[in-house]
């Protein structure tokens, strides 16, 4: 089974420019997050969708942070513009099953951004 | 607000000793519980979870959890770690409204 694929795995970028991040899920999952980990702490949820329609984004930094799941399988996170807090590695993931008894999620590598 | 405390942040062990690691949650409703592992180089993966039914929680690599609804914890636990359970455990619950939130993690070294 294919896991959950995100590119780049790398990023550096200078403040105040853009980035953007791809995701694709497991087959056949229909939920879809998106984490940002800063260095020593857990991972935060920034958005999480089913299908293609937002679940939770109360985390998300909304006024430079955008995410859209297009056909409810591939995501792109996009930061615009970038500052120095936003470097972490941000992680997606993907689930079979959410609500009582969730299945719990798979997650991919990672895109790990550094801002200068 | 939900919160989730993982108390210790660093461990070490030498091999077969038992390990336990602490996590807290703050929720008063009905919650899902996780053992998420990191692995050096790799993805986080998850080690066990619980949802209802038998508080003993058995995953994969020997680990096991044991829920406690009256202190509102699920501590990780395994009888004798191995070099290769050096890695970083994250505790993590998720509410009915779907809402993920993790621990800080703990950071496990096994000394061979």
């Known amino acids: 089974e294919a896991g959950v694929a995100q590119s780049p795995r790398y990023k550096i970028i200078e403040k105040r420019q853009s980035v953007a991040f791809w995701c694709n899920p497991i087959?056949?999952?229909?939920?879809l997050y998106w984490y940002q980990q800063i260095l020593g702490q857990g991972p935060k949820l920034l958005i999480q969708f089913q299908n293609n329609g937002v679940v939770d984004d109360s985390q998300l930094p909304k006024d430079r942070f955008s995410a859209e799941r297009l056909k409810g399988v591939d995501s792109t996170l996009k930061i615009q513009p970038a500052k120095l807090e936003d470097s972490a590695v941000y992680l997606c993931?993907?689930?079979?099953?959410?609500?009582?008894?969730?299945?719990?999620?798979?997650f991919g590598p990672g895109t790990r951004l550094t801002v200068l | 607000a939900q919160s989730v405390s993982q108390h210790n942040h660093h461990v070490i062990l030498s091999e077969a000793a038992s390990l336990e690691l602490g996590c807290n949650y703050s929720y008063g409703g009905t919650v899902n519980l996780f053992w998420y592992v990191q692995y050096p180089g790799q993805h986080l993966q998850l080690l066990l979870k619980?949802?209802?039914?038998?508080?003993l929680v058995k995953g994969i690599k020997g680990f096991e959890a044991e829920f406690i609804k009256s202190k509102f914890s699920f501590n990780l636990r395994k009888p004798s770690v191995q070099w290769s359970d050096t890695a970083e455990y994250f505790c993590a619950v998720s509410s009915g409204t779907y809402k993920y939130i993790f621990g800080t993690g703990t950071r496990l070294k096994v000394l061979a």
């Open positions: 087959s056949g999952h229909a939920t």
């Open positions: 993931a993907s689930s079979l099953r959410e609500g009582r008894g969730a299945s719990g999620q798979f």
């Open positions: 619980y949802f209802s039914g038998d508080p």
